[in-house]
């Protein structure tokens, strides 16, 4: 029988057209753009507008990506998005991308794994693919993280904006006995949580707990503390998986939270800065769109090409972290 995997047909994002800047947020908020830049690298941010939904911000990025791919809507056969901010407790922001896109065969629905959501849903694509399942999956990260925030707390509202990112993965079928070698798509996946950590990082509200939608909480050194530690060990796994050196690397795509804890990954790992990715200086912290849109960035900037191996890596509430690896 000929063996499975997943190949990344296409990419695309979007970003909401309001910037808001660090200068903004001080005529508000008791803060410095200087305080902003030095501890998170952080200069700007996009926000929504009024009546924009994360669905809306999903599509968007969902037709480029299908363009990039040269695929009509009508080719998906699943739709996966990773969202902590869906647009209603249900249904599912996925099933209202899927309406939008004017699809109505297959199946649509969320991954809810906070910023680590667009790997988790990465992998749960890259499964259905290999079990057979699927033929051609949409894999979408999409937040409106402006509508969770506090705008009264300078500790959390100044390191989040809203955005969305996609990628096409496509089945592409091996031969039997195929050389692995140099083989294109989705090489593994790497997934772990520990919900003892929930305390560090959660949103206080919610259907079943307070019946309200409730605001972003954090402890932002217990955050930045296991962020390094875990995001270097799951990057150190993905490489032993796949029996690859560092060296092979060729660009490494973390989620992009701060800078401080990308440099900080970066430096533990031993990756120079030339091959790391960082665009949190221009979207700040997207949570589940980080990734999709970092890999948009990088795509254009033409530091992505097809044969580099890429590295993408992610942490965030539960806790929940993990990685992928693949070749572009
Ligand atoms: N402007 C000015 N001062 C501020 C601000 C602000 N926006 N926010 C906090 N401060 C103050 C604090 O009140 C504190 O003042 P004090 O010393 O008088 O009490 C001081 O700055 C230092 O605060 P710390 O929290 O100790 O600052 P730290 O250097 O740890 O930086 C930060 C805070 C940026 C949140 C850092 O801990 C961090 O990046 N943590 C990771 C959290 C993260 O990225 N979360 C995103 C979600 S999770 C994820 O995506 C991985």
């Not at 749960?124 to 937040?143: C, P, R, W, Y």
């Amino acid at each position: 029988m000929n063996r499975v995997r997943s190949v990344i047909r296409g990419c695309g994002s979007y970003l909401p057209n309001r910037i808001l800047t660090n200068e903004e947020l001080t005529k508000s908020l008791d803060t410095s753009d200087e305080w902003i830049v030095s501890r998170t690298g952080i200069r700007r941010r996009h926000i929504a507008a009024e009546g924009e939904l994360t669905s809306d911000l999903a599509t968007r990025a969902a037709e480029r990506a299908l363009l990039s791919a040269g695929l009509p809507a009508a080719a998906v056969d699943l739709i996966v998005v990773a969202t902590t901010t869906p647009d209603d407790t249900f249904p599912a922001t996925a099933t209202r991308v899927q309406a939008k896109l004017g699809v109505t065969h297959g199946s649509a629905f969320d991954v809810q794994a906070v910023c680590s959501g667009f790997i988790f849903a990465l992998a749960v694509a890259d499964n259905f693919i290999k079990a057979g399942q699927s033929e051609t999956v949409l894999v979408i990260g999409a937040e409106t993280y402006s509508r969770i925030l506090d705008w009264t707390d300078r500790d959390t509202c100044v390191l989040f904006g809203d955005g969305a990112g996609a990628l096409v993965l496509g089945a592409e079928r091996d031969a039997e006995g195929a050389d692995d070698a140099g083989r294109r798509g989705i090489l593994s996946t790497h997934l772990h949580s520990d919900g003892r950590y929930r305390d560090i990082l959660f949103v206080d509200g919610g259907p079943s707990s307070t019946q309200t939608v409730g605001h972003l909480r954090m402890t932002g050194r217990e955050v930045f503390r296991h962020a390094v530690t875990n995001l270097a060990s799951v990057a150190e796994e993905a490489l032993a998986a796949n029996a690859l050196p560092l060296a092979a690397v060729d660009v490494f795509v973390p989620h992009q939270a701060n800078v401080r804890i990308v440099d900080s990954v970066a430096r533990r790992l031993g990756l120079p800065p030339s091959r790391v990715v960082s665009t949190v200086d221009r979207h700040a912290n997207t949570s589940a769109a980080s990734i999709p849109l970092a890999l948009g960035t990088a795509i254009d900037e033409g530091r992505i090409r097809p044969g580099h191996l890429v590295l993408m890596e992610a942490i965030g509430g539960g806790l929940s972290w993990g990685a992928c690896l693949a070749r572009w």
